[in-house]
Each structure stands twice: as structure tokens, then as C-alpha cells.
């Protein structure tokens, strides 16, 4: 299988732990995105790199919340000091920008990691 | 990015046509509409877009209205698999900010067998 994956697919923790999820975008792919959805909700953009340049992040992303790309590849969401609030799925994405002002970019979402903080 | 406005829930028959709408009355002149859907516990996936004229691929057809306000996904011939959440989302030209994708509620497509 050559799309984006995700790891752990599901992460039970305790407020106040951290965690860290993983996402393998498609390979060759330049941007690397996360969202952020909560139940009923459509997804909420939190940050995204092109390579390992972190060029975005929404005010969604509290200091609580860093992403690392940090060859380009593969990149981590971290949450530091988990509170009930953060529990939701978090999906990854990866697009590859061409040139062209005209140019419309498809991204391509993982199966994202659901959240649960107990 | 411009507002988009979709209606909450569709039922649909199987192996009939579906047409999902989308009001975006505030779309700027360099806007495209892009589709995605949601199938349940999955990502979304790109389904479509266009900017003026009307598209087809192997998943469905979009139909832009002639002023740009409004826009309708088709399905041809709903299945079982095509019950899902389906997004419509302005995107402007690449370089003319965000690279984000906006995503409202969308619309909740229920087939029935």
C-alpha cells in the first residue's frame, strides 16, 4: 500500500500524559499537513510543512502541540500534558506541489489516529 | 477562503442519481471548488473540482452554475460505498496564500439498498 498511514490508529491516554503520533505520507510527496476532527465536525487544519520547513500553524495549535518534519519524510504531532479537550481524530495529509499558478493540488489523507483522553 | 453552504443530510436510492448541491455566493473570480468525501472511520478523499466548466471523472461530475454561486456533485448511480460525508471547499490559485483546505459540516449522504 502506497498512501499515507498513520500510527498508533487509535491512542487511549490519561490527562496529563503526552503523546506522540506518527505519519508516513506518500512518498516523494513535498507537503506534509495535520487536521484535527472532532466528533459531528469536518476536519480543522492545524499545520503543515513543505519538506522539513514547518511554513503554517493555526491558532488551534496551542503550545501544547509541536510537529517535526525533520527530513522531509516522515512527521510527528506531539501533546504535551494531554487534557480532555485534545480527544479527537487527527489526520494526516501529503500533497505534492507542482509549478503553475493554476495548479490545484489533491491531498491525500491518511486513516488518522483517534484520541481519547481519560 | 469564501463560505460554501451545503444542506445537512441526503437520502438517496441505490443505483439512482444523487445530486449534492453547494451554494458559495461569495466565490471570488480565481476560486476553484473542490469536492472530498468522508467515508465512515476514514480520511477524506478528493472526489472532484473545477473552476468554470463543468468536469467528469470515473467518481462523479460537477456542475458549475453559469454566475459561479452554486455548484452540484452527481453521482451517477449511487452504491452502498457512496454513503459518506461529502465537503465542498473554495480553494484559491497556488502562491495566493494557505494551502489549506477549509472544510465546513458537509452533507451526509445515506444510501438506502
Known amino acids: 500500500d502506497t498512501g499515507v498511514s498513520q500510527d498508533p490508529r487509535h491512542k487511549i491516554t490519561k490527562r496529563g500524559q503526552n503523546v506522540t503520533f506518527r505519519c508516513d505520507p506518500i512518498?516523494?510527496?513535498?507537503?506534509l499537513y495535520w487536521y484535527r476532527q472532532t466528533l459531528g465536525q469536518g476536519p480543522e487544519f492545524l499545520t503543515y510543512?513543505?519538506?522539513?520547513?514547518?511554513?503554517?500553524k493555526s491558532r488551534l495549535l496551542s503550545d501544547r502541540f509541536s510537529a517535526e518534519r525533520p527530513k522531509g519524510s516522515f512527521s510527528t504531532l506531539e501533546i504535551q500534558r494531554t487534557e480532555q479537550g485534545d480527544s479527537a481524530m487527527y489526520l494526516c495529509?501529503?500533497?505534492?506541489?507542482?509549478?503553475?499558478?493554476?495548479?490545484?493540488?489533491?491531498?491525500?489523507f491518511g486513516p488518522g489516529t483517534r484520541l481519547l483522553v481519560l | 477562503d469564501a463560505k460554501t453552504t451545503q444542506p445537512n443530510s441526503m437520502e438517496s436510492n441505490e443505483e439512482e442519481p444523487v445530486h449534492l448541491p453547494c451554494n458559495h455566493s461569495?466565490?471570488?473570480?480565481?476560486?476553484?471548488i473542490h469536492w472530498y468525501r468522508q467515508l465512515p472511520s476514514q480520511g477524506p478523499e478528493y472526489v472532484i473540482h473545477?473552476?468554470?466548466s463543468n468536469v467528469n471523472n470515473r467518481m462523479a461530475s460537477l456542475a458549475i452554475a453559469e454566475d459561479r454561486k452554486s455548484s452540484t456533485l452527481i453521482l451517477h448511480r449511487a452504491t452502498l460505498r457512496d454513503a459518506a460525508v461529502y465537503y465542498c471547499?473554495?480553494?484559491?490559485?497556488?502562491?495566493?496564500?494557505?494551502?489549506?483546505?477549509?472544510f465546513g459540516k458537509g452533507t451526509k449522504l445515506s444510501v438506502i439498498p
Open positions: 510543512f513543505q519538506n522539513e520547513a514547518q511554513l503554517e
Open positions: 512518498s516523494e510527496h513535498n507537503r
Open positions: 471547499i473554495l480553494r484559491g490559485l497556488q502562491g495566493a496564500g494557505s494551502y489549506q483546505l477549509t
Open positions: 495529509a501529503s500533497s505534492l506541489i507542482g509549478t503553475g499558478i493554476r495548479r490545484q493540488e489533491t491531498q491525500y
Open positions: 461569495t466565490i471570488s473570480g480565481t476560486d476553484y
Open positions: 473545477g473552476l468554470t
